[in-house]
């Protein structure tokens, strides 16, 4: 009995590999985004059509928004910042559709999430500083607060999983509960309170990621401006 409640939401496996319900859908949400993608570069003309238009559109918005917070690095966070705002958007919609839920109503897709968010802050950090430099913003402004920063770097990663999954889950959820109670007297409102909440889940949990990750870059290139003024 335990082990079929174990198992409820399996689909299929191979062998040890189980595969959910979540990990089809959100490699379907991948592989759309990958089409769409390869559809959009195909034909790049300089005299662009409405799909053309409206796919630079929002890559021009994607980077104005990173722009705005690390300047000088929009061009270098584009690729991973405007994949994260595209996949979580999509991923967070899915759910509208009758009889799929949202990959990131599962923890577990969060917290991958989050923890690809948390190697990416160490590894810009790193390419740009190098690894001495940005190692060494750990031990400041006091090697003291080491240990401190070290758990911040761990509480702010769970918090930025389990705030997206907490409000994709009670979201759905409540539009569940509301449409037992009302039936389909009230769908517009359901939808439209899913959609607009879908997108500002999406907006923070990107908008979160690029602060961390400029905040791990900026914080090294302003310690590099102080220690020039600082030795004149």
Known sequence: MAQQELTA???????????????????????????????????????????????????????????????????????????????LVVANLVGLIPGLHSPTGDLSVTAALALLVFLSVHWYGIRINGLRRYLRHYLLPNPVLLPFHLISEITRTLALAVRLFGNIMSLEMAALLVLL????????????????????????????????????????????????????
């Open 9 to 87: 939401g399996v689909l299929f496996s191979f062998g040890p590999l189980e595969i959910s319900e979540t990990t089809l859908t959100g490699w379907g949400v991948l592989l759309a985004l990958a089409g769409v993608s390869a559809v959009a570069t195909r034909r790049l003309r300089l005299e662009p059509g409405a799909f053309q238009t409206a796919i630079e559109g929002i890559v021009s918005v994607l980077e104005d928004a990173i722009r705005a917070v690390a300047p000088q690095h929009a061009r270098l966070l584009l690729p991973f910042i405007g994949t994260l705002w595209v996949f």
């Open 181 to 232: 109670v009302a039936g389909f007297l009230a769908p517009v409102p359901i939808l439209m309170l899913h959609i607009v909440e879908a997108l500002v889940q999406a907006y923070i949990f990107g908008m979160l990621a690029l602060v961390y990750i400029a905040g791990g870059i900026q914080a090294q290139e302003l310690k590099q401006q102080k220690d020039p003024e600082e030795r004149s």
